[in-house]
């Protein structure tokens, strides 16, 4: 594989890996027990912590893409092992 099918295949774990951890230790106003802005939604973050965030998907993504590479190098998965089309035919 080469490196830049590396990183950009990593990359895109990264992404998904940032949008599963967005949501986890985000707490409201109300949750805090802080005041809100006028006009402020109800369900605003808090405590929103980007660099939190991006330390936690880049955890996440590295241990996403050690497993994608495992599975490259030993075969685990293949694109045979994908194809439902001879399970569900009779």
Do not use: C
């Not at 990264?14 to 402020?40: C, N, S, Y």
Request: proline residues 3%; hydrophobic residues 50%; without cysteine.
């Amino acid at each position: 594989m080469k490196i830049t099918s590396i990183i950009a295949i990593y990359g895109l774990f990264w992404v998904m890996a940032a949008f599963i951890v967005l949501p986890f230790g985000v707490r409201t106003h109300d949750e805090l027990g802080q005041t809100k802005i006028l006009g402020q939604a109800d369900s605003a973050p808090g405590n929103f912590n980007p660099r939190r965030i991006a330390f936690r998907a880049t955890i996440l993504s590295a241990l996403m893409f050690g497993f994608y590479y495992a599975n490259y190098i030993n075969g685990w998965i293949t694109v045979a092992d994908l194809d439902l089309t001879t399970y569900f035919s009779h």
